[in-house]
């Protein structure tokens, strides 16, 4: 089955929210019209319409306003229209209502490092991690790391960075950050693991410059040599010995 287009899903909500008649009576039920006016208003947030999904997801909190998801997503619109105190105001009241809910509180942890509120964000992003029924907890730990090293503080972001690759050892962002991390702190074996830890993954043309590198100094010429050449094959036309 073909999917269905933003006009497709308009028409099904649509009727959707005409209600269902019975007895010769049409009925409408607010709670699944709050839900899928908030469905709706996701459905715009995501082509970019921003004033169309605020117009939806007022409408739903109109009919419920604590329903948790539409909190959320008006939360995200506002950010994206640079509305920071409304956007916070329901981050607050969507993790009021749904506390456990770890995308809801790794992008409010994200909304929080934005406004350079670190240690705020971190208590986020934290809770996100530890969220038992979390899948992915090391994409939090990640983004607190990359939340630090943002602002400038590589001690935390390597904490972070460690935990995100002790739930998931092989995240390419973590390991490239990590390499570069141990590499200026002149721990060249170290930053020789992590880049190979990468390199097992895939090759950049920024992860091979990092790697040339690293053997230079370690004093590993034939290394050098090696990488210099696949960096050749792999991306002709880049300057190994330029960042």
């Given at each position: 089955?073909?999917?269905?287009?933003?006009?497709?899903?308009?028409?099904?909500?649509?009727?959707?929210?005409?209600?269902?008649?019975?007895?010769?009576?049409?009925?409408?039920?607010?709670?699944?019209?709050?839900?899928?006016?908030?469905?709706?208003?996701?459905?715009?947030?995501?082509?970019?319409?921003?004033?169309?999904?605020?117009?939806?997801?007022?409408?739903?909190?109109?009919?419920?306003?604590?329903?948790?998801?539409?909190?959320?997503?008006?939360?995200?619109?506002?950010?994206?229209?640079?509305?920071?105190?409304?956007?916070?105001?329901?981050?607050?009241?969507?993790?009021?209502?749904?506390?456990?809910?770890?995308?809801?509180?790794?992008?409010?942890?994200?909304?929080?490092?934005?406004q350079g509120r670190i240690e705020e964000s971190e208590e986020y992003f934290t809770r996100a991690a530890e969220v038992p029924s979390y899948r992915t907890p090391e994409l939090a730990y990640e983004n607190q790391a990359l939340c630090a090293l943002q602002n400038g503080n590589k001690t935390k972001a390597e904490e972070y960075f460690r935990k995100a690759l002790n739930v998931k050892p092989v995240l390419p962002k973590a390991l490239y950050q990590m390499a570069l991390l141990t590499y200026e702190q002149q721990e060249f074996l170290k930053a020789r693991a992590f880049i190979e830890r990468f390199h097992a993954l895939g090759r950049t043309e920024k992860s091979l410059k990092l790697a040339i590198k690293i053997e230079w100094a370690l004093g590993d010429k034939a290394a050098v040599a090696r990488l210099r050449e696949t960096m050749r094959i792999e991306f002709p036309n880049a300057d190994p010995d330029r960042d």
């Open positions: 089955m073909k999917q269905l287009g933003l006009l497709g899903v308009l028409c099904l909500l649509l009727a959707l929210l005409q209600g269902c008649v019975s007895s010769g009576k049409r009925s409408e039920d607010p709670e699944k019209a709050a839900q899928i006016y908030a469905d709706l208003g996701l459905e715009y947030l995501r082509q970019g319409n921003l004033d169309l999904a605020v117009s939806k997801l007022e409408r739903s909190l109109e009919l419920d306003s604590k329903l948790p998801r539409a909190n959320h997503y008006i939360a995200e619109a506002y950010k994206q229209q640079g509305e920071m105190k409304l956007a916070e105001e329901y981050y607050n009241k969507a993790v009021d209502y749904d506390s456990d809910n770890p995308m809801l509180l790794n992008n409010y942890g994200a909304f929080l490092c934005g």
